[in-house]
Each structure stands twice: as structure tokens, then as C-alpha cells.
């Protein structure tokens, strides 16, 4: 096996050096959520030259599916945002049947997409935004700048969320629904702030929140879904969805477009929301990411060592046998996640088919999540209404804390990749920086637009950045990290297809889009 892989910059390699023996080497079993710690130095991980891999010598062993849930959980709550509760139920309640037939091919073409993001974290221990170091310097760059600017306007997921909360209480009482929206969307942020700068291992607070959402969500649409006049409309709605089905419709309003577009990317997660399932892959211990320490609170946790770069291993039976079970486990999961965002999706489009079309209500301004909550008035009464407005805050209010999470560790991972300072200073400390700054964003952010407006500006920069991306993505998986590693981590030339497909549709509408605009 020849120890090369171009690194940061042009030309640039990756130099392997020697790691001690891991515990999994001698023998000893430990915990899913155990970390070795690499012999580094300084304050934290990642200090020393950032174009370094460090070599161990066995492949971690696969521990199994159950131990190690949670990854797809928490990729399938994020992904249960603006696209499943607000704008495919959007197209549905003003265009009816007309795009039912194309919600499970979008969802589909992500599937490939998350198990590449997956492969890459799981073969070198890394993240996306490091791989992207590696195909260039200034590439990296320019992700971080799309990133940057996509992201000033997540707090839109806080406010969308916080209409639900501000109908289903009327608290403040006399207060207009913008000042409510606002009251709440302050106090979600100031609650999950709050969980991620006292919660110990910030991945497991974020993990056990994630589940509990998917649980309510699924259990809130599958009891609105079955009720009698929602069962009526079954045969006519899945006639078009399980046939693929679908037409441009005659009442079709070109201001449209971005949401249409902010469906597309967003049947599933979308863009850098993509991205960030590398990041949970990692702090759940898949893979060589089983040598990276997580990031912890500075309050309640202890600090653990996260290396700047990966790890890279040698071609023997043993490690190819581990290998390919992490593998699977991320074939697995991914399936998991993007399946449950596409039954969640299924149900909720279904819910505005049966309930809103036939009524013209359609979602928007600051009573976004009010509309969608008349089929479960219409279906359980008031109850049946309090508790979509519960689904609806789940559904949203989560994302603001994926997003802030997700996002900080992607600032954090380019500047420790790329500037001295802020390895010596730590990805901890560089992470919690931003945590700060992104909550100040949002909180400045909530004043100038309705939460409606600072979605769509965040689906459409991110179906743009997954349109440029993508060919970066099969270039590390499928050139570079074979130069280095066994051959037999080359994912299939199958798999290449699927991810060529995606593609092919994502880059093709976001230069249509483009145009249009410009």
C-alpha cells in the first residue's frame, strides 16, 4: 500500500504517521460510544502539521446495528423541517395532485448521496469539510463561504416552529401572532442553547432529542392519517405516488420556483444539511471515526482529543472483514434516515392533499404552521389541534438545534483544517465561538423577514452548494482515497451511478434556476 494522498492545496501530501496500538488490537472490548486517545500534543487534538494521517494498524471492530443507532434517528428528525411541514404540503394545498408523483423519487435521490458522506467519515476518521481540504485549498473555501452566507438565516426554523407554539398557547395574551412568533422563537433558542452549553457530550444531547421528536412526529401524522376523511382521499393520493405520476399545473405561479426548488433539495435533508450527517457519524464512533474525540461542554464535560485529520490502515483480511461491516452499518442507517423523512413526507402531504387542497388553505406568512393544524381540528377537534401544533414545534424547532450544532462544527472543522491559530486554540473551543455567534445571527435575523422568506433563501442556496459539491464528493471517494487506502474502500461503479444520477438532476435545475434570476 503506497502512503500517498494529495492533501491541502496543490500537489500537497498526506504524510502517514505511526498511532499505538488500539485497544481493539489487544483484545479488549469496550463501550459503542468509547474513544482511544491518539498520542497528540498540545491542548487539543489537530495541533502538529494538518496534512498528516496517522496509521493504525486494525480497523476497529464492528459492534452492530443496535449499539451503535442513532445517526439515521437524527439525520431523519433534521430532515423534518421546512420541506415535510411547510413547503411539499405548500404545493399540495395549492396545486393539489400535480407534483404527488415526483415526492419519492426526490426523497430517493439523496439516499446515495448521505451513504457517500457516510463512506468518506466512516474509510478516514474524517469529516466532509476536511475532505473538501483535501481536494483544495480554495475549494474548501468556497464551501465555507456558501456555508457562511447560507446559514444567516436559519433562525427562520425557530420562528417557522414558534407559530405553532404561539397558537397552540396564545401566550403572550393580547400580543399580535409576529410578537408571539417572536417570544417563543427567543426562548427555543435560549432552552436548546442552553442544552447545548451544559449538555456533557453535545452529540448525545442532540441524539436523545432527535429520537424523541421522530417518535412524536411519526405517532402525531400515522393517528391524523387514518382518520375517516383522510382515508377517503388514500386511493386517489397514492395513485399518483406509487406511480411517479405527475404535471405541471395550469394554475402554476412562477413566484413559485424557489419553493419548488426548496422541495426538491429538500425531500430528505439537502445540501450542507447533508453534510452534517458526516459530523454525528463521527461523534457516534463509526468507523476509524471510533479514534475521534467529541466534542464536550466546557462546563459539564472533559475535553477529548479531536485530531484535525484522519487515520489510514493496512490491506489485510482482518481490516477489509471490519470494514466492511461499518460499511454496511452506514448502507443501513442511511436507508434508515432517508426512509423515515420519506414516510414522515408521505404522511404530511397526504394530510394537506385530503385536508387543505379541497379547502384552498395554504401555509404562509407568520401563521405558517397554522393552516396545516385545520386537519387536525377537522379530524379530532381541538385536542387533535393542540397536538399537531406540538408536532409542528417539533418538526422545526429541532432544526434551529441541529443547525446550530452542525453548523458550528462545520466553521470549526475549516478553521482548525486551515489556520494555526485556531488549532492551538482547539476544536472545542473553536466550536463553542461559534455556537455563540450563529445564536446571535438567528436572534438578529428573526427581526427582518417572516420565517416563510428566510426558508426558501436557505432551500435554494443549499440546493445550489449540493449542485457543486457532489463531483467533489465522488472525487475524494473514488480517486483519492484509494491512491492511499486498500482498494478495496473504492465504492462500486453502481453506487458512482446513483450518485452521478443526483447529479444530473441537482446541477441542471440549479443552473435553470440561475438563469431565470440573473
Not at 323 to 328: C, D, E, P, T, V
Not at 339 to 348: D, K, Q, S, Y
Not at 505 to 518: G, M, R, S, T
Request: hydrophobic share 50%; charged share 15%; with cysteine.
Amino acid at each position: 500500500m503506497g502512503h500517498t494522498l494529495m492533501g491541502v492545496g496543490r500537489n500537497a501530501n498526506w504524510e502517514v504517521i505511526p498511532m499505538r496500538e488500539t485497544a481493539e488490537k489487544r483484545g479488549v472490548r469496550k463501550p459503542a460510544d468509547a474513544r482511544e486517545a491518539p498520542e497528540l500534543t498540545g491542548r487539543e487534538a489537530g495541533m502538529g502539521r494538518h496534512d498528516r494521517l496517522r496509521e493504525v494498524s486494525t480497523v476497529p471492530r464492528y459492534l452492530g446495528w443496535l449499539a451503535l443507532f442513532g445517526p439515521g434517528a437524527v439525520f431523519a428528525a433534521m430532515a423534518q423541517g421546512s420541506g415535510e411541514l411547510i413547503w411539499w404540503p405548500y404545493l399540495m394545498a395549492k396545486y393539489g395532485a400535480a407534483f404527488v408523483g415526483i415526492i419519492l423519487p426526490a426523497c430517493a435521490l439523496q439516499y446515495m448521496v448521505n451513504v457517500e458522506i457516510g463512506r468518506y467519515s466512516a474509510t478516514t476518521g474524517e469529516t466532509m469539510f476536511t475532505g473538501f481540504c483535501r481536494v483544495h485549498k480554495a475549494f474548501a473555501g468556497l464551501m465555507w463561504v456558501m456555508v457562511l452566507i447560507t446559514y444567516l438565516w436559519f433562525g427562520g426554523y425557530a420562528s417557522a416552529g414558534s407559530t405553532a407554539l404561539a397558537a397552540l398557547t396564545g401566550i403572550p395574551t393580547g400580543w399580535s401572532p409576529r410578537a408571539q412568533t417572536l417570544f417563543w422563537s427567543y426562548l427555543v433558542i435560549a432552552v436548546f442553547g442552553s442544552a447545548i452549553l451544559f449538555g456533557r457530550v453535545v452529540y448525545r444531547v442532540i441524539e436523545k432529542i432527535m429520537i424523541a421528536v421522530t417518535v412524536v412526529t411519526v405517532v402525531g401524522l400515522l393517528a391524523a392519517a387514518f382518520h375517516p376523511q383522510v382515508v377517503q382521499h388514500w386511493g386517489e393520493f397514492f395513485g399518483w405516488y406509487f406511480t411517479f405520476r405527475s404535471y405541471w399545473p395550469a394554475n402554476w405561479d412562477p413566484k413559485d420556483l424557489d419553493i419548488f426548488l426548496t422541495c426538491i433539495c429538500f425531500a430528505g435533508a439537502g445540501g450542507f444539511f447533508n453534510i452534517m450527517y458526516s459530523y454525528w457519524l463521527r461523534d457516534k464512533g463509526i468507523g476509524l471515526g471510533r479514534f475521534v474525540g467529541r466534542v464536550t461542554s466546557p462546563i459539564t464535560g472533559q475535553p477529548e482529543a479531536i485530531p484535525a485529520t484522519g487515520y489510514v490502515f493496512a490491506d489485510t483480511p482482518e481490516n477489509r472483514a471490519n470494514y466492511r461491516g461499518w460499511i454496511r452499518f452506514v448502507y443501513g442507517d442511511a436507508a434508515f434516515g432517508t426512509g423515515v423523512n420519506a414516510f414522515t413526507l408521505m404522511l404530511t402531504c397526504l394530510l394537506a392533499f385530503a385536508l387543505l387542497y379541497p379547502k384552498g388553505l395554504v401555509p404562509s406568512g407568520w401563521k405558517i404552521a397554522v393552516y396545516q393544524a385545520e386537519f387536525f381540528r377537522t379530524s379530532w377537534g381541538y385536542l387533535g389541534q393542540a397536538v399537531f401544533y406540538l408536532v409542528a414545534a417539533a418538526f422545526m424547532a429541532d432544526s434551529w438545534l441541529l443547525c446550530v450544532d452542525a453548523i458550528s462544527r462545520m466553521h470549526a472543522d475549516y478553521f482548525v483544517s486551515n489556520f494555526r491559530l485556531f488549532r492551538e486554540w482547539g476544536v472545542r473551543n473553536t466550536y463553542y465561538l461559534w455556537v455563540a455567534i450563529l445564536t446571535v445571527i438567528s436572534c438578529v435575523t428573526l427581526l427582518l423577514a417572516q420565517p416563510g422568506t428566510l426558508l426558501i433563501v436557505t432551500g435554494v442556496l443549499n440546493f445550489i452548494a449540493m449542485a457543486i459539491y457532489l463531483p467533489a464528493l465522488i472525487y475524494l471517494n473514488y480517486y483519492l482515497v484509494p491512491r492511499t487506502f486498500p482498494n478495496w474502500t473504492r465504492p462500486s461503479n453502481v453506487a458512482l451511478f446513483f450518485i452521478c444520477l443526483s447529479e444530473a438532476v441537482y446541477l441542471p435545475l440549479a443552473i435553470y434556476y440561475l438563469i431565470l434570476k440573473f
